[in-house]
């Protein structure tokens, strides 16, 4: 199957600092980018849906003005966590699907984010 | 609003045993379901995907099976081995292009 990359895989920062999170489609171009979060012992949770060149479209409850999305090219999406505390501390999970005939999704391989 | 529902929380079965492990979903009008395995602390990993028009999926030891109209999908793993302790995780697609819902997850330990 297609491969998605996830940067950095761990991430430790202090309260109220950024901290940016990168997707990537290293085979295969990716019209839609999705960003899910898994706190500890639960299942993963939709955030947003990106579309490449568009604005990205939050869950409800998800602050758009906190976490920023950026699908500016194919292969490309980041997660920018803004000042971030310590309950934003999660596992960070993108996929991505092309426009393949079964529109797969691909999952990156996560980013754990500890918030000090 | 879909909602994705696995039974049991967590398993433990001596090795060698068979097992199968249930999904449940509330809105029947899906594109596709996928199972994926999870160890701890890492990320997903892609085990069997059933397109709604499919009724099963093999791959080894596991079989996936859907029925759509009734909202279920199991998971049977033939022959368990100590390497299939993981969390296993089922999930749904509304249409082409969309997000999965993803259920909460089963809990398998397989004893030595």
């Known amino acids: 199957g297609a491969v998605v990359s996830q940067h950095p895989s761990w991430v430790i920062c202090k309260s109220g600092t950024s901290v940016k999170i990168e997707c990537r489609s290293l085979d295969f171009q990716a019209t839609t980018m999705f960003w899910y979060r898994q706190f500890p012992k639960q299942s993963l949770m939709l955030m947003a849906t990106?579309?490449?060149?568009?604005?990205?479209?939050?869950e409800q409850g998800v602050e758009k003005d906190k976490f920023l999305i950026n699908h500016a090219s194919l292969t490309l999406s980041t997660l920018t966590v803004t000042s971030a505390h310590p309950e934003d501390s999660s596992f960070y999970i993108c996929?991505?699907?092309?426009?393949?005939?079964?529109?797969?999704?691909?999952f990156g391989p996560g980013t754990r984010l500890t918030v000090l | 609003k879909q909602e994705v529902t696995q039974i049991p929380a967590a398993l433990s079965v001596p090795e060698g045993e068979n097992l199968v492990l249930n999904c449940s979903f509330t809105d029947s009008a899906i594109y596709n379901l996928q199972w994926f395995r999870q160890d701890p602390g890492k990320g997903l990993t892609s085990l069997l995907l059933i397109q709604s028009s499919q009724r099963e999926q093999t791959s080894g030891r596991l079989n996936a099976s859907l029925d759509k109209s009734s909202g279920r999908s199991t998971l049977y793993i033939a022959a368990s081995q100590p390497g299939d302790s993981a969390t296993y995780l089922c999930?749904?697609?509304?249409?082409?292009?969309?997000?999965?819902?993803f259920g909460p997850g089963t809990r398998l330990s397989v004893l030595p």
């Open positions: 999930a749904v697609r509304r249409n082409y292009g969309q997000n999965f819902v």
């Open positions: 990106s579309n490449e060149g568009s604005k990205a479209t939050y």
């Open positions: 996929s991505a699907s092309g426009d393949s005939r079964d529109n797969e999704q691909f």
